[in-house]
């Protein structure tokens, strides 16, 4: 492939919120020679602060009137690349989407090429390959059909090829020879004019079947919703104006009156069909008929104006200066990474979603590409969230796999997940997928072969059974399927290409448990990191009122039943003293009951007053907890990692923790904390009564625990340490050639 500058152009109104995400994901390019013109219309909200922001590195051009084609025009002329490309404002581009454009240009017949285009799912196709009539009307092709290319755009064909708006490039000079966009196409069409006025030169439009934009169709002047169009003004003129300009060269007046009117009507009934289902109104059937009365005189007029709309090559002048290149995380060093996690943000997550957010998003932020693939309800989705691409996937029924052992759900949930890896990776080949040991989610990834594994280490099920008793009676019992589950984690820990895990006393449980050795050139330890959030909070002021946090499930392994053991003497003795357990308090006991419902039931009127059960909570006001108390107890059985207790570090608090697993790993006792013997309630009151007693104690401990989690916790910390052994893994597997922008792969669908 030659490499030609690019500039890629993005016409704009009223969207700065999407813009953002436009941006941000231009960022991810893998191509390097391009750069970012945006020209903002008569925009009323926040867009020109938010190009303000990228002062400096992209090029602002203004159409200070509501005409997609003028403000196209504009970029067209403030661009300084050998091609243009265009994308939307509430649309973003695969990686791959410049490399696959240029490529086409090295046929030089080639004046205009796109790539397909998903829709607001991110998963169905809007379109693969469109052509268009000589009277306007577009025809789709929502698979991959091939095409002979010079065939398609040979000069008098019936049916031209056009890229779409939001995934269209052409080589400026050519653009810029014709006039570039004819500005009586103020929406709609406007493409497509050109594709036709290409071909009838002898130029081709490449259709391609790699170069993905992922279109999320918003809202906007012409519609409130991506079904219903509301506003059919300028989609009426385009479309007649079109039929008037090309249709009379291929057929007679009337025929091309008489698609007019079969256009109109048919926008007609789509009008009382919205209106019948309550999705337009009245006034907007009435609007449509002046509309189509209006517009329809407007296009003829447009024909017959002596002058065209289109503007003279003179207009657009010579690239006058150098191209300013719009930085990127593209490099040598890049990894396209893909990590699964049954849980992740918005919705409710637990530690594992939570540290595969912070890992997901801090590898993007360093400028990998990162996919998560999630848990999804109906059908999937795709959507760029703070910089990684997150698939949400329903668990569907599949055939049964390797020859092990596999409950139907766990291997439901596994092989759902692959299949999305497999799409992601047919796109463009991944360096690594990393899944938990949780539910077995790598198993089928593992037992296929072809893509590097990581296995994340956390909290393994082994020790669940030995520390919560309605799990434990299962295993004993007559439940095949957690001994099943039990055997295939030992499976994927044997297998996997690596392991991760956030220090030794997780790999020495497991060792532990399994009666296995972990073969240490697998093995990465690396900690988790979390994103500074505490803001400007500091330790709570010195008062008679001293809040005491617990945050986590309220089952056996984590403790809380030890906490609500010392708890009545704690509050008898502390007459200050308030306790707050944030969590999940439905999780039932072996007798059918919760631990909530226990305490409640047996503890003293006026110290139950002083115990707070807020359930699960949101992070917003988990962040709030920590903030506002002056003691974080997390008096666990086992934790692989803790990570209440980064959180307590960095809102500088003291800890009270079980001296066990990787909390001994994070907890310097005597100097940010205070470690005490598991299920032990006297201990754990005596640490606890040493801490309310003495004010100062607590900020001295709280203050070196935030330079703790500063020094050796924080995201970037974790998201070094990953990188690294992703590549050291990575560097052992068959694929090690893909490490960096990625190996094009046979597109998907």
Not at 277 to 306: H, I, N, Q, V, W
Request: aromatic share 8%.
């Amino acid at each position: 492939m030659t490499e030609r500058t690019v500039s890629v152009i993005v016409n704009t109104y009223d969207r700065a919120e999407s813009l953002a995400l436009t941006l941000a994901a231009l960022e991810q390019l893998d191509y390097r020679a391009f750069e970012v013109v945006v020209v903002n219309g008569p925009s009323r909200d926040g867009t020109e602060d938010l190009l303000d922001r990228y002062r400096g590195r992209i090029t602002v051009g203004r159409c200070l009137e509501r005409n997609l084609s003028r403000s196209r025009n504009i970029g067209v002329r403030l661009a300084a690349g050998e091609i243009v490309a265009f994308i939307d404002d509430d649309a973003y581009p695969d990686p791959a989407w410049l490399d696959r454009l240029v490529e086409a240009y090295d046929d030089p017949e080639v004046a205009a090429a796109g790539g397909p285009t998903y829709n607001y799912t991110g998963t169905d196709v809007q379109a693969w390959r469109s052509f268009v009539d000589r009277f306007g009307n577009a025809r789709v092709d929502h698979v991959a059909r091939a095409y002979p290319g010079a065939v398609t755009s040979a000069p008098f064909t019936t049916w031209v090829p056009y890229t779409i708006g939001t995934n269209c490039s052409f080589r400026r000079e050519v653009l810029v020879g014709i006039g570039g966009f004819d500005e009586e196409f103020e929406y709609y069409l406007e493409e497509s004019d050109v594709c036709c006025r290409l071909v009838g030169l002898g130029y081709v439009v490449a259709q391609l079947d790699d170069g993905f934009v992922y279109h999320k169709f918003l809202p906007s002047w012409v519609r409130d919703r991506p079904d219903v169009v509301k506003d059919y003004r300028q989609v009426l003129k385009s479309k007649l104006y079109f039929s008037l300009k090309h249709g009379l060269a291929a057929a007679s007046f009337r025929e091309v009156c008489a698609d007019i009117v079969r256009f109109v009507e048919k926008c007609a009934t789509e009008v009382d069909e919205a209106v019948a289902a309550g999705r337009l109104a009245e006034s907007d059937r009435t609007k449509f008929e002046t509309d189509a009365a209006e517009m329809s005189d407007a296009a003829l007029c447009a024909l017959r104006a002596p002058e065209p709309r289109t503007r003279p090559p003179e207009w657009f002048g010579r690239v006058a200066r150098p191209l300013l290149a719009f930085s990127t995380g593209a490099g040598p060093d890049r990894l396209h990474v893909c990590l699964t996690s049954a849980e992740y943000p918005p919705t409710r997550v637990n530690g594992i979603g939570r540290v595969v957010h912070a890992l997901a998003t801090g590898l993007a932020d360093a400028g990998h590409v990162v996919h998560v693939v999630t848990r999804g309800d109906v059908s999937r989705r795709v959507d760029l969230e703070e910089g990684v691409w997150v698939h949400r996937v329903p668990v569907t029924q599949h055939a049964p796999g390797p020859d092990l052992a596999v409950p139907r759900h766990i291997w439901d949930l596994s092989a759902s997940f692959y299949d999305e890896v497999l799409l992601i990776d047919g796109h463009r080949a991944l360096d690594v997928l990393q899944a938990p040991n949780w539910d077995s989610e790598g198993l089928a990834a593992i037992w296929d072969g072809r893509i590097p594994v990581v296995v994340g280490l956390y909290t393994p099920l082994k020790t669940l059974t030995a520390l919560d008793p309605r799990v434990g009676a299962a295993l004993d019992g007559s439940d095949p399927s957690i001994r099943d589950m039990v055997a295939l984690e030992r499976y994927c820990y044997e297998h996997a290409d690596g392991l991760l895990a956030c220090g030794p006393s997780v790999v020495a449980e497991i060792e532990s448990r399994y009666e296995l050795s972990v073969d240490r050139r697998r093995l990465g330890l690396v900690a988790h990191g979390l994103v500074d959030r505490a803001g400007g909070a500091r330790p709570a002021a010195a008062g008679p009122r001293v809040g005491l946090l617990f945050v986590g499930r309220l089952e056996p392994r984590k403790g809380v039943d030890v906490l609500l053991e010392c708890a009545a003497g704690l509050l008898a003795r502390h007459g200050g003293l308030e306790i707050t357990i944030a969590g999940d308090d439905s999780v039932p006991t072996l007798d059918g009951s919760t631990m909530r419902a226990h305490f409640e039931r047996t503890a003293p009127k006026d110290l139950r007053a002083r115990v707070r059960f807020l359930g699960p909570v949101d992070d917003d006001a988990l962040l709030s907890l920590y903030a506002a108390c002056d003691i974080v107890v997390v008096p666990s059985r086992f934790e692989s990692f803790g990570l209440m207790l980064l959180e307590a570090m960095m809102f500088a608090k003291p800890v009270v923790a079980s001296d066990v697993g990787g909390m001994r790993e994070i907890v310097v006792d005597g100097e940010t904390g205070r470690l005490v013997p598991a299920g032990d309630p006297d201990a754990l009151a005596g640490a606890l009564d040493d801490l309310l007693g003495q004010p100062e104690l607590r900020r001295r401990l709280g203050a070196a625990g935030r330079r703790r989690y500063e020094e050796r916790f924080s995201r970037g910390q974790m998201v070094d340490g990953v990188s690294r052994f992703y590549r050291s893994v990575v560097g052992s597997h068959g694929r090690g050639a893909a490490v960096g922008a990625g190996a094009p792969g046979a597109a998907a669908e």
